[in-house]
């Protein structure tokens, strides 16, 4: 599976911006994805998931109410919704995919497949 992630962007608080995560393949639908983001001197942190059926859904503390993930099987796409954005959530957002969709969810181990990142910048 090849991931490719886009839609990242400069925008002020308060704004709004979409991320998208395009894969290749034709298992898409059988994996859990997710959405990290690593800020300049931190680690990689969980931001939201998603099962393969789209039905179950995990959100970081930080982003829940203001993130929303969502996929679409039949586009191989997966996209993160971010409203109210603030300058803490800038930081380099990747898209994962996981084979076995396990209960470690919010761990970059259980990921077999990283997108290339794509940067959000949120001035304030």
């Known amino acids: 599976v090849q991931l490719q992630a886009s839609g990242g962007g400069l925008v002020q608080a308060g704004g709004s911006l979409r991320l998208s995560c395009t894969a290749s393949?034709?298992?898409?639908?059988?994996?859990?994805m997710g959405w990290f983001r690593q800020a300049p001197g931190k680690e990689r942190e969980f931001v939201a998931g998603i099962s393969w059926s789209g039905l179950l859904t995990h959100y970081a503390d930080s982003v829940k109410g203001r993130f929303t993930i969502s996929r679409d099987n039949a586009q191989n796409t997966v996209s993160l919704q971010m409203n109210k954005l603030t300058p803490e959530d800038t930081a380099v957002y990747y898209c994962a995919a996981d084979r076995y969709g396990g209960s470690r969810y919010d761990r970059t181990s259980e990921y077999d497949y990283w997108g290339q990142g794509t940067q959000v910048t949120v001035s304030s």
């Open positions: 393949g034709r298992t898409f639908r059988q994996y859990f």
